[in-house]
Nanobody, 131 residues
């Protein structure tokens, strides 16, 4: 099982930006889906975005509607990392952000937003958006 460690969280003002990173160890996850989820106090864990291998050197990226156009995923397989660039942050983005990896290489689009399909999780990193 792959071990995941998130970093990059913190306090930022509304309209600001943060970049979260997820570093994997234990095994390479270049051919497996990697997702970001978040959980605010009193709320369920929700999908933020995911990147999955679709063949060759190609990866697809998928985002929740609430972050589309503001958040962007990038993947560096040489460093075994997946990053989440978050721009134009709002207080509603405040949450603990988790990186997760799935062992299901063939995860389809309809499955990538379900946290139950991910079996390796990081410890989470707090993102607080406040003035």
């Amino acid at each position: 099982q792959v071990q995941l460690v998130e970093s990059g969280g913190g306090l930022v003002q509304p309209g600001g930006s943060l970049r979260l990173s997820c570093e994997a160890s234990g095994q390479t996850f270049s051919n497996y889906p990697v997702g970001w989820f978040r959980q605010a106090p009193g709320k369920e864990r929700e999908f933020v975005g995911s990147t999955r291998w679709i063949g060759g050197a190609a990866y697809s990226k998928h985002y929740a509607n609430s972050v589309k156009g503001r958040f962007s995923l990038s993947r560096d397989n040489a460093k075994n990392t997946v990053s989440l660039q978050m721009n134009n942050l709002t207080p509603e983005d405040t949450a603990v952000y988790y990186c997760a990896a799935s062992s299901i290489r063939g995860l389809i689009v309809g499955q990538i937003s379900n946290p139950a399909n991910y079996d390796s999780w990081g410890q989470g990193t707090q993102v607080t958006v406040s003035s």
